[in-house]
């Protein structure tokens, strides 16, 4: 089990309730992990419309989450 850190922003964020949690996880990779919070949280995006961030730098959906890490999922944001 590892414990990260994750981050919501914008319509995850109003979706989840909350803006961050602990998550203990044993997903392999964060597509692994987006996908089990989506289920639990009942995100309707996609991630292939969502940005990853470990730690303030972009990252690849098949990067496996690391201990005591803060993990982002970035949506789209529209603005004007």
Do not use: C, K
Request: net charge negative; aromatic share 8%.
């Amino acid at each position: 089990m590892t414990r990260v850190q994750v981050l919501y922003f914008a319509s995850l964020r109003d979706a989840a309730g909350i803006a961050q949690e602990a998550v203990d996880t044993d997903a392999e990779n964060l597509a692994a992990l987006y996908e089990d919070l989506r289920a639990r949280h009942g995100f309707v995006l996609p991630r292939e419309r969502l940005r990853v961030a470990v730690d303030g730098a972009f990252a690849t959906w098949g990067d496996p989450p690391r201990a005591e890490t803060e993990i982002a999922f970035i949506p789209p944001v529209s603005g004007g």
